[in-house]
């Protein structure tokens, strides 16, 4: 089977947006060096066995790249080589030049033993407060002990070579504003550089931090960890300095929103002007690197056994209530809240299923009551570990819900509808046999979103740049979310490879526009006068815009068989 490619952000970025945030706020420098601990860890585990079992990843319906640490073992999922070499050279995509087409589409599962490699704790050190000066230890990067491994198994297993050379790559520009900086000279130039931050108690959200004897190097060291890109000093000032800027976390709900944050907080009350621009830097040059990984060590099951089972320690299923958050899941603590999901999304989502069409035989009485659990782990289990290893979560949903549920079930198949995809007229741009293979939601690169208009009827897009039309048909499956619902099987006959943009309308928004319509002219007094929807389906899209055509067609498909449920859960 083909591999595929979407654009989905790895669980490190997570990692490195938290790790940003909360360092800031506990009063811990970001970017410094790793302590002598992490030093060593990082040491060991480059001169350790390489015990490492990666294989292409099977088919899977939805992609999710994944990068997970736990007690001596790290795994990744649905992992490309570009994602590896990202990880593995702390180095960002755009900073990765050349190589062959397929190193952001091909995917592979890596699991490896680190015998040194210890669970990542998101507990700050109570000895450092939020009140307290910066901690001369800040903690480490656990991904810092990842690398040294990753970077092997590229060398070893993949024979991958590369030189460095400097490019103009995406960057951000430290500069002074018109107005000039608002910094005060240090007072005690060499005395040791420190940064400390307070909660501000009477506004919930803001924090107060302030800094002494900082030069713009160590600035930029602090916190340019808060930017997607690299930061370069351009502002020329070579002094210490102390200053004091204040950060209101109340309004941040996306990754750009934080960004503007900090570039907000920086204008307006230091006068540092941080902007997006290419600037020159040291790019990693891939020379060659292998499609299939040398074979794993024949006892390799042994040497990496499955994950163990865990399990929850308490667990309360309620109803829920109207104002709770649809369909969320919010780790806290040693506790895990799944906030008002119905028993079909939670049982596709613990059976990891890629929709609910594949619960064949129950579907239609599945309860459509919306529930809220509450999940309490074992004490010394920090909730967000967990949360962030999407197969151990789903396991342990589906232990619950079939002890809470009753439920029994088995695998076998269906006969529902597919999906079969066809060349009438084709009208897409051949590719320029040399790019990257790749898919992403989205418009293209530098393209305007059809989407972002308040009046657009469209609420779909996404792109595929040189792919084969097998790798396009595997691939719309996830692009078009909801719309199509198993695997596309391509009959085009097309060969070569092409970059293809779709948009369209969904089916559950030209629904709702179609019956808000039919609702406005009734409203009028004349049924008849309905104003004709403007969004276009995904199969009118394919016919006018790709001169392709998506049939249905009737297809046997895997099943989950639900043998018993019960309609509500056992008492709490």
Avoid at 106 to 118: E, G, P
């Amino acid at each position: 089977m083909t591999n595929r490619s979407i654009a989905f952000r790895v669980n490190r970025k997570r990692w490195q947006l938290f790790l940003a945030t909360a360092w800031m706020i506990l009063g811990v420098p970001i970017g410094m060096v790793q302590t002598s601990a992490a030093q060593d860890a990082t040491q060991r585990s480059s001169t350790e066995p390489l015990i490492v079992d990666v294989h292409t990843s099977p088919y899977r319906s939805s992609i999710s790249y994944r990068a997970n640490i736990g007690d001596q073992r790290f795994d990744m999922r649905d992992a490309t080589i570009l994602n590896m070499i990202t990880l593995a050279y702390n180095r960002e995509s755009d900073a990765v030049i050349g190589g062959p087409s397929w190193i952001d589409f091909n995917r592979f599962d890596l699991a490896a033993k680190i015998s040194s490699l210890k669970l990542p704790s998101f507990s700050p050190d109570p000895t450092n407060s939020a009140n307290s000066p910066v901690s001369p230890t800040p903690p480490a990067n656990p991904y810092d002990q990842i690398r040294p491994v990753l970077k092997r198994v590229l060398a070893e297993r993949f024979h991958l070579t590369y030189h460095t050379e400097d490019r103009p790559l995406p960057g951000y520009v430290m500069t002074v504003a018109k107005d000039g900086v608002k910094l005060a000279e240090a007072k005690a130039p060499d005395a040791p550089n420190k940064c400390q931050s307070a909660q501000d108690k009477a506004t919930p959200g803001q924090f107060s931090v302030s800094c002494t004897s900082v030069t713009m190097t160590q600035f930029v060291s602090m916190f340019g960890g808060v930017f997607p890109h690299p930061v370069i000093d351009h502002t020329g000032l070579t002094k210490s300095y102390d200053f004091t800027f204040k950060l209101a976390y109340d309004q941040v709900r996306t990754r750009d929103d934080y960004i503007r944050l900090y570039t907000d907080t920086f204008k307006q009350q230091l006068g540092l002007v941080v902007a997006p621009g290419d600037v020159s830097q040291p790019a990693l040059v891939i020379d060659k690197v292998d499609s299939i990984p040398t074979p794993n060590l024949p006892d390799i099951a042994k040497l990496i056994p499955a994950q163990p089972d865990l399990e929850f320690e308490v667990a309360t299923i309620k109803p829920a209530a109207d104002n709770e958050p649809r369909s969320v899941i919010l780790p806290r603590g040693s506790q895990i809240t799944f906030s008002s999901f119905s028993l079909q999304q939670l049982i596709v989502r613990a059976w990891e299923l890629p929709t609910g069409a594949m619960i064949a035989n129950v579907l239609t009485i599945l309860p459509k009551q919306l529930y809220t659990i509450l999940v309490k782990l074992p004490p010394d289990v920090d909730a967000r570990v967990v949360y962030q290893d999407q197969d151990l979560l789903d396991n342990m949903l589906q232990k619950l819900l079939v002890d809470r549920f009753q439920i029994k079930y088995h695998w076998g198949e269906q006969t529902q509808d597919g999906w079969v995809l066809f060349a009438d007229n084709p009208k897409m741009k051949k590719a320029d046999p040399n790019s990257r293979t790749s898919c992403g939601y989205g418009p293209p690169p530098g393209e305007k979103d059809v989407r972002s208009s308040a009046d657009s009827p469209y609420d779909n897009e996404s792109h595929c740049q040189n792919v084969t039309m097998d790798q396009f048909a595997d691939t719309l499956q996830n692009l078009t979310k909801s719309d199509i619902k198993s695997h596309v099987v391509n009959k085009t006959g097309l060969a070569g490879s092409y970059d293809i943009t779709i948009y369209y309308t969904s089916a559950p928004k030209l629904r709702t526009d179609t019956t808000a319509a039919a609702d406005a002219a009734k409203k009028a007094g004349d049924d008849s006068a309905a104003v004709p929807v403007a969004g276009v389906s995904l199969e009118d899209y394919f016919r006018k815009q790709l001169g392709l055509r998506l049939e249905k067609q009737s297809m046997t498909f895997p099943a989950l068989i639900l043998d018993h449920i019960e309609q509500t859960p056992t008492e709490n």
